[in-house]
């Protein structure tokens, strides 16, 4: 049995798309028995995974290709477009694991690199890197672990530790370093973005974000930008689409309730908006299925 179908059984896998927490907590798995075409999602700040499979993100004119071969690295939370190439006979299997700015500031202590980094430096807040012999080992034995609840228990949180410790290591350690840091860019776009994400009904202003960030609405903007690929309303735009298109198919409510739950007053202004950003209306997205808003 290989490991998909073991996993499958164990963790309930169906066949189409979807995600499952594990048994650590900040961990789930991630699959697709079929290509997904091109579509916005919204990725949590973490590391993603792919065991088999392949997986594309598109974020403004950047291409990441993520793959058995490369991990994708996330300091922050951001909205781009992603596709999936899979099959029923060669299905994507992937991991996300959790990377909480608390725990991370712990864990840079620990490794004693918790020393100053550049206040003012931004780096785009994805990036693909090489998975490596020594973090290529750890991400199987977590594979493994997670086939028990008793492995996982016993075993995972050292080897979570061991894979963050080498994403650290690695080529984009310094953006996790930055965000880990309390007085810096990233940090402070960080802690807007959890803004954004908790308050993202309300009528959030610029001037409001720069202002609370300790900034200048210039130097906020140009530094949201390049830490996210965005401009702060483009992602307030994007938060609200996405957390409307959960509305509708997750739960069942109509456009109009979920234009209004997630800050639009104008239900056609909503309606024109949401098919700008997925490709299809309210209504047709409804009958194409309930696609993860969220990884």
Same mark, same amino acid.
């Given at each position: 049995?290989?490991?998909?179908?073991?996993?499958?059984?164990?963790?309930?896998?169906?066949?189409?798309?979807?995600?499952?927490?594990? &048994?650590?907590?900040?961990?789930?798995?991630?699959?697709?028995?079929?290509?997904?075409?091109?579509?916005?999602?919204?990725?949590?700040?973490?590391?993603?995974?792919?065991?088999?499979?392949?997986?594309?993100?598109?974020?403004?004119?950047?291409?990441? =290709?993520?793959?058995?071969?490369?991990?994708?690295?996330?300091?922050?939370?951001?909205?781009?477009?992603?596709?999936?190439?899979?099959?029923?006979?060669?299905?994507?299997?992937?991991?996300?694991?959790?990377?909480?700015?608390?725990?991370?500031?712990?864990?840079?202590?620990?490794?004693?690199?918790?020393?100053?980094?550049?206040?003012?430096?931004?780096?785009?807040?994805?990036?693909?890197?090489?998975?490596?012999?020594?973090?290529?080992?750890?991400? =199987?034995?977590?594979?493994?672990?997670?086939?028990?609840?008793?492995?996982?228990?016993?075993?995972?949180?050292?080897?979570?530790?061991?894979?963050?410790?080498?994403?650290?290591?690695?080529?984009?350690?310094?953006?996790?370093?930055?965000?880990?840091?309390?007085?810096?860019?990233?940090?402070?776009?960080?802690?807007?973005?959890?803004?954004?994400?908790?308050?993202?009904?309300?009528?959030?202003?610029?001037?409001?974000?720069?202002?609370?960030?300790?900034?200048?609405?210039?130097?906020?903007?140009?530094?949201?930008? &390049?830490?996210?690929?965005?401009?702060?309303?483009?992602?307030?735009?994007?938060?609200?689409?996405?957390?409307?298109?959960?509305?509708?198919?997750?739960?069942?409510?109509?456009?109009?309730?979920? &234009?209004?739950?997630?800050?639009?007053?104008?239900?056609?202004?909503?309606?024109?908006?949401?098919?700008?950003?997925?490709?299809?209306?309210?209504?047709?997205?409804?009958?194409?299925?309930?696609?993860?808003?969220?990884?």
């Amino acid at each position: 049995m290989d490991l998909f179908e073991e996993l499958k059984e164990r963790h309930g896998f169906e066949a189409g798309a979807g995600f499952v927490k594990t &048994a650590l907590s900040g961990v789930r798995f991630f699959w697709s028995t079929e290509t997904v075409a091109r579509a916005p999602l919204i990725y949590n700040a973490g590391l993603v995974l792919i065991l088999q499979g392949n997986k594309i993100g598109y974020l403004g004119d950047r291409v990441f =290709h993520y793959n058995p071969d490369h991990y994708l690295v996330l300091s922050v939370p951001l909205p781009f477009d992603c596709e999936t190439h899979a099959t029923p006979d060669d299905p994507m299997l992937g991991l996300f694991v959790d990377i909480e700015r608390a725990d991370l500031i712990a864990f840079l202590k620990l490794m004693e690199l918790d020393g100053p980094v550049s206040r003012t430096a931004t780096s785009l807040g994805v990036a693909p890197a090489e998975l490596h012999g020594d973090m290529r080992d750890a991400v =199987h034995r977590l594979m493994r672990a997670l086939c028990s609840d008793a492995a996982s228990q016993a075993l995972g949180a050292g080897i979570l530790r061991e894979i963050l410790f080498h994403a650290i290591e690695g080529p984009h350690g310094p953006s996790l370093r930055a965000l880990a840091q309390g007085d810096t860019h990233h940090s402070r776009v960080s802690q807007s973005i959890i803004t954004i994400r908790e308050n993202y009904a309300d009528p959030l202003k610029v001037e409001v974000l720069a202002r609370d960030a300790g900034m200048s609405v210039p130097v906020f903007h140009r530094a949201f930008k &390049a830490i996210t690929g965005t401009s702060p309303l483009q992602y307030l735009k994007a938060t609200r689409l996405g957390r409307a298109k959960g509305l509708i198919l997750a739960e069942g409510l109509p456009a109009n309730e979920a &234009a209004r739950r997630v800050g639009y007053d104008n239900p056609s202004h909503f309606s024109r908006e949401f098919k700008k950003h997925f490709g299809v209306s309210p209504r047709d997205a409804r009958s194409a299925g309930y696609m993860p808003i969220d990884i």
